[in-house]
């Protein structure tokens, strides 16, 4: 197996992954930046994470545009993935989804923040991004290059963006790291959601968010969890 | 494979999804209009949904009686579906369910409205019905023509008529589009649950909702939801 | 297959049909009425729903004596299924859970009470009953006659008593009725707890609960969920 | 099979079980005294539960270091259990968990008590830990035998000890007790918290809590629940 097969076989599992554990849907998708050529990213086709294959990835320009020309129907808002590579060198894996837990913090003033160890990766500060700032009245998808940089502006330089009334997109500097903050940001939403009805919440301070920065993008621990998700979502033999 | 025979496969795949995606259980039905027949429609015979077969699948006319004189009891409820088609030209799809998140709406004066980008479908307004209004004390089953009736005035021109302690019906151009909204209107409710809790909720600008009529019925963006719900149901040899 | 036989089946389906819709755990128990001597009834020896099988029923007294004398251990709190048979010519089936929606009901002061349609069989009125009114400080279980009887007064004509810090006893007319009972009940106590959150709510009136006395015990909308939930809990080779 | 393989199968069950109820995900831990050799521990080598196997089981000493200088990374927590053991001579087994359900209680000022009789077990008194009051800013995990110590002390006497922003450890005499304490005390804790809403709750009572003093730690109530949670965490064939 070449490295590009690694990287597409990783991509496989990342996609069932967020399946299996709820975070995504018949919509949503996660790409990584191309290994060999850093100014394109490895996305499926038009498909459900679900049922994604080796064969449906396809590699595209930051612009969205499929290299090689493959025909085949992209997904609508992969201008997402595309504009946050350009803007962050150090982001090398892109998950946007609309998980449940989330979507209550993308639409109230209460902000979602880290309260749960397992989260600390997601940063201190979730700002949220609306398409109607800028757009005006939209189907709120992000369906070209401008709706995807003013997307990665809004990201800034945090790990989480949320968007209005829609979802979140998550920037990781490895696969397994993005996989794990998207698990952990609908968990940390329920807690914080059950929390809140409970009184004054304790969250995690400054320096007990930063502590993640000891941990790098390939740290076995990671790797742990990789394993874990990988299994249950059926992809032993993937492995 | 003829028309016919495709159009019964499509509606006991979205059966089995309804089933597999919890919106409903032993209880509730969908239905499709008869392809080649307008003046008529296709529902299960009274059977639950996640065991419901081609050979379940009857032809009846807008009052509720079968087509053939088939012997086999219908559900009770049927009268929903035909009140429904005839009141509505623009209707091909009906499904009537009370998924468990939809139902505090029923029984509160807090409404229901979408506030997720993939709810837009279920339209701006959505009216609550009340049988007793108008049949005083009963069992809330609509077991008659008139109730049939009484029940599409209260849908009028929306997408979704809630039924006060009992559940919903959804009326859609297309199986795909009522499925779709089907499945979506508890996730937005469960979404609009908690964030009413967490403070003023921002939903949907009516243009934003007004966007989906960008989407076709058969828009492609449909079916790979369609696909993926399918495959999840168990379907795949069915597609 | 004789009668005797086919009431034991039944037990082993409604056994698994409670342990696979989440109303029993590790813990609680179903019964039915010895339909050939109805001075006792049947019930497993102590094994948790889900593994229950034809050769784990048993023949109890209403004193909870094993007929025959099996030595098996016997649930502990068969005390509840006996006292309740004996103090209600009507009841035919018994269950005994702690369905986790239900508890909240049965430590706070506020009614559990039927608001959706498919519940109204639990009855207008869920009195709770508190062993440490006449026990005082025990384990909480039922297990010896006279608390068994001290709940049946508790019950009382209605249909299910709420067990407080427990669970609750369903009474029925037939198995499948009492297990709909079991399913229903904690789906209405979520849909309750949600509503009470969103503001004052609609119950069902009085002459709509009673609407469910049209419905005989065997009526055929029973069995078209008793055949669904049979299905999903793996007995369809049981029916 | 000698004692210990029958005490390290126990163990790969218990792991197990934790996984499938949804008590442990990709993290979290359950260990065991040695039964030949009580200064000791057996415990996995850093893997998630679900996919502990009876090879991945090290001893270790209360300080941590693995018996015979086994080389495969250890779990980076397994100072907790260290430090359980050595303070406390009656306990036999020890988990680590952050079952979502408790972690509200963790960032709170509400205090986590046991409310129906299947968390009886839990104790009367939970106390919560937090690791910042000795130990400043860190990333939350206890990582060595000061911290480990620091966590004994805060459970004390008790049997399970809050750890706040991150879970909880128990401390049971046997593995089928810490299994039982583990499972229900997140039942415990989503009921609690569905109360709390409903208004005033009434709690156990001193009595009624110190009653599970008449369970003895092998008592057959608990093997039924064990063979229940192992066959459903497929493990039959281990029991």
Known sequence: MNDLDFHIGQLVIANRI????????????????????????????????????AGDVIEFTFDGTPVGGDPRPPYLERFIHGAIYEARADVHAVVHAHAEAVLPFTITASPLRPVVHAASFIGAH????????????????VVDPAQGRDLARGLGSNRVVLMRGHGFAAAGRSLPEVIRMSVY??????VLLEALRLGEVKGLSRGEIEAHA?????????????????????CRELL
């Open 18 to 53: 967020l399946a299996n554990e709820g975070v995504v849907d018949a919509y949503g998708h996660v790409s990584v930046r191309h290994p060999l050529s850093p100014e394109g990213y490895l996305l499926s086709r038009s498909r459900s994470p679900a049922l994604v294959e």
């Open 126 to 141: 979730l700002p949220v991004w609306d398409i109607r700032d800028n757009f005006g009245d939209t189907n709120l998808l």
């Open 185 to 190: 940001l609908p968990h940390n939403a329920r």
């Open 214 to 234: 000891a941990f790098r993008p390939d740290d076995p621990a990671m790797w742990r969890a990789w394993e874990y998700w990988a299994v249950r979502a059926g």
